[in-house]
């Protein structure tokens, strides 16, 4: 007979261990704990023994029609659950929406619900995940949309849609925007927002394809020692000569962009190997890597890594990280213009103005979310908002009417104020709601006067510009000592 084991956690055997109970338990959990592994798993003799001996001795295998079944009735339970709570929700909710084609050939369209909840986090569901047989233009995209937000109960609460840059999506928002079904935020002027870290990949291709052949021979040497059984052996007497541990680096991809990233960041990391690798093995054809190739490698790797970071920054999902996006921004042109201005060679010339061309024509001027969202972090402020946008036009080398575009934004974010402010019952006053979570972290945006009192928006440029290099160097030590 088998020996009662110990429960996980627990100091006693659990020999009361109801299977009904349990079963009703898991389902009625809204956390989501699927691994993707196929229903047949449960039927397994080795899960099964392994589960009795090490977990729980009346635990029996479970048929994979029963694991669907159950997996049915949970998706369904929740849903219910969802689409009651967003019933009574008092709240906005933004979107995520997605249209894509699988390798199989089969379209599918996805939508993700995100807001905060009644505890101040922020939450994100996918509501929505179909196949889209139809073909997927603007009109077509919108209807999903709005049987999507009328299933869940989201017509009069829709802040914002994020979608890719394709002409579809853009179509659909302006479809969109014309529903009278859909009541939106200040007359839909915030309701599309473009994805930034599609807007990132589409400024790197455009010149990656020249790049990835300068850098061939790298490439070629990292190729030879993920094929060859002889090339893994010298590569890693070369990691001990060297006093390296070896690693397996990973090749890039002309879908992923962060995959040449990756590529140069491990390469260079191992530069006297690989090095010493590939011009033992071509001494009869005279191909060697140069200097040359890693300069080339090393200004290339440090413009990516700023993109790469930005990305990162973009995708955070249970964190707040629209405020970001203008001093991201900066920072990404920043770097293009200290690397153009650097003399690196003709090819890295061409993939800079390549990114900038591309840049202007989605970030000549931000939507204004982004800028409300800079104006409320207390380390900015209208003021802050100002000097960033003057310091940034300067970047970029282009003539923008900052002044007017700032008082814009203010006047859109004071109609949200009185929007919000009609069905939100104001806090008493002494309220510490937020104050340790949303206090000021960092230096505001002010250049200060000799008597000690803040300047004006009419400020020098060179003092402009001196308080926004001491804001973004406060900026990215922060998140440098965070990482």
Same mark, same amino acid.
């Given at each position: 007979?088998?020996?009662?084991?110990?429960?996980?956690?627990?100091?006693?055997?659990?020999?009361?261990?109801?299977?009904?109970?349990?079963?009703?338990?898991?389902?009625?959990?809204?956390?989501?704990?699927?691994?993707?592994?196929?229903?047949?798993?449960?039927?397994?003799?080795?899960?099964?023994?392994?589960?009795?001996?090490?977990?729980?001795?009346?635990?029996?295998?479970?048929?994979?029609?029963?694991?669907?079944?159950?997996?049915?009735?949970?998706?369904?339970?929740?849903?219910?659950?969802?689409?009651?709570?967003?019933?009574?929700?008092?709240?906005?909710?933004?979107?995520?929406?997605?249209?894509?084609?699988?390798?199989?050939?089969?379209?599918?369209?996805?939508?993700?619900?995100?807001?905060?909840?009644?505890?101040?986090?922020?939450?994100?569901?996918?509501?929505?995940?179909?196949?889209?047989?139809?073909?997927?233009? #603007?009109?077509? +995209?919108?209807?999903?949309?709005? @049987?999507?937000? &009328?299933?869940? $109960?989201? *017509?009069?609460?829709? /802040?914002?849609?994020?979608?890719?840059?394709?002409?579809?999506?853009?179509?659909?928002?302006?479809?969109?925007?014309?529903?009278?079904?859909?009541?939106?935020?200040?007359?839909?002027?915030?309701?599309?927002?473009?994805?930034?870290?599609?807007?990132?990949?589409?400024?790197?291709?455009?010149?990656?394809?020249?790049?990835?052949?300068?850098?061939?021979?790298?490439?070629?040497?990292?190729?030879?020692?993920?094929?060859?059984?002889?090339?893994?052996?010298?590569?890693?007497?070369?990691?001990?000569?060297?006093?390296?541990?070896?690693?397996?680096?990973?090749?890039?991809?002309?879908?992923?962009?962060?995959?040449?990233?990756?590529?140069?960041?491990?390469?260079?990391?191992?530069?006297?190997?690989?090095?010493?690798?590939?011009?033992?093995?071509?001494?009869?054809? #005279?191909?060697? +890597?140069?200097?040359?190739?890693? @300069?080339?490698? &090393?200004?290339? $790797?440090? *413009?990516?890594?700023? /993109?790469?970071?930005?990305?990162?920054?973009?995708?955070?999902?249970?964190?707040?990280?629209?405020?970001?996006?203008?001093?991201?921004?900066?920072?990404?042109?920043?770097?293009?213009?200290?690397?153009?201005?650097?003399?690196?060679?003709?090819?890295?010339?061409?993939?800079?103005?390549?990114?900038?061309?591309?840049?202007?024509?989605?970030?000549?001027?931000?939507?204004?979310?982004?800028?409300?969202?800079?104006?409320?972090?207390?380390?900015?402020?209208?003021?802050?908002?100002?000097?960033?946008?003057?310091?940034?036009?300067?970047?970029?080398?282009?003539?923008?009417?900052?002044?007017?575009?700032?008082?814009?934004?203010?006047?859109?974010?004071?109609?949200?104020?009185?929007?919000?402010?009609?069905?939100?019952?104001?806090?008493?006053?002494?309220?510490?709601? #937020?104050?340790?979570?949303?206090?000021?972290?960092?230096?505001?945006? &002010?250049?200060?006067?000799?008597?000690?009192?803040?300047?004006?928006?009419?400020?020098?440029?060179?003092?402009?510009?001196?308080?926004?290099?001491?804001?973004?160097?406060?900026?990215?030590?922060?998140?440098?000592?965070?990482?």
């Amino acid at each position: 007979m088998m020996e009662p084991v110990l429960c996980p956690g627990t100091l006693e055997v659990n020999m009361d261990w109801d299977r009904k109970a349990r079963r009703e338990a898991a389902m009625a959990d809204k956390l989501n704990y699927t691994d993707e592994l196929p229903y047949s798993f449960g039927e397994s003799s080795n899960y099964e023994y392994f589960s009795r001996v090490a977990l729980q001795p009346q635990y029996r295998k479970v048929p994979r029609n029963t694991l669907k079944r159950r997996t049915q009735q949970s998706y369904y339970a929740y849903r219910g659950y969802l689409i009651e709570m967003f019933r009574t929700y008092d709240g906005h909710v933004s979107l995520t929406s997605d249209t894509w084609t699988s390798t199989y050939g089969e379209p599918f369209v996805c939508v993700t619900a995100h807001w905060i909840d009644d505890d101040w986090l922020l939450q994100k569901r996918i509501i929505c995940f179909e196949a889209m047989e139809e073909t997927h233009n #603007g009109f077509n +995209i919108k209807s999903r949309l709005v @049987s999507c937000c &009328k299933n869940f $109960h989201l *017509v009069d609460k829709l /802040f914002s849609i994020s979608v890719d840059n394709a002409t579809a999506n853009t179509g659909a928002m302006q479809f969109l925007k014309e529903d009278p079904s859909i009541k939106m935020v200040l007359e839909g002027s915030l309701m599309h927002v473009r994805c930034c870290a599609h807007i990132l990949n589409l400024c790197i291709q455009d010149g990656l394809d020249e790049l990835r052949t300068l850098l061939e021979p790298i490439r070629n040497v990292i190729t030879w020692i993920r094929a060859a059984r002889s090339a893994k052996r010298i590569f890693k007497q070369k990691c001990e000569e060297y006093g390296l541990r070896k690693k397996v680096i990973a090749l890039d991809t002309p879908t992923r962009w962060n995959s040449t990233y990756k590529l140069l960041h491990d390469a260079i990391a191992y530069r006297d190997v690989l090095t010493d690798m590939y011009n033992e093995s071509r001494v009869t054809d #005279g191909q060697f +890597i140069a200097n040359d190739h890693w @300069s080339l490698a &090393k200004i290339v $790797h440090d *413009v990516l890594e700023t /993109f790469d970071n930005a990305t990162h920054i973009f995708s955070y999902v249970y964190e707040p990280n629209i405020h970001m996006v203008i001093l991201k921004c900066i920072k990404i042109i920043c770097t293009i213009k200290q690397t153009s201005l650097a003399n690196p060679g003709a090819a890295v010339k061409r993939l800079l103005d390549n990114m900038k061309v591309k840049w202007c024509a989605y970030f000549t001027e931000f939507s204004p979310i982004y800028a409300i969202a800079a104006i409320l972090d207390p380390r900015v402020k209208l003021e802050g908002l100002t000097n960033l946008l003057t310091f940034y036009y300067q970047q970029l080398d282009v003539q923008f009417d900052v002044p007017y575009y700032v008082n814009n934004c203010k006047r859109i974010l004071e109609r949200l104020c009185e929007d919000y402010g009609a069905v939100i019952q104001p806090q008493p006053v002494g309220s510490s709601m #937020g104050a340790s979570r949303f206090g000021i972290h960092g230096p505001v945006l &002010k250049k200060s006067r000799p008597d000690g009192s803040g300047s004006s928006s009419s400020s020098s440029s060179s003092s402009s510009s001196s308080c926004i290099g001491e804001y973004l160097t406060y900026q990215f030590e922060t998140e440098e000592n965070s990482t």
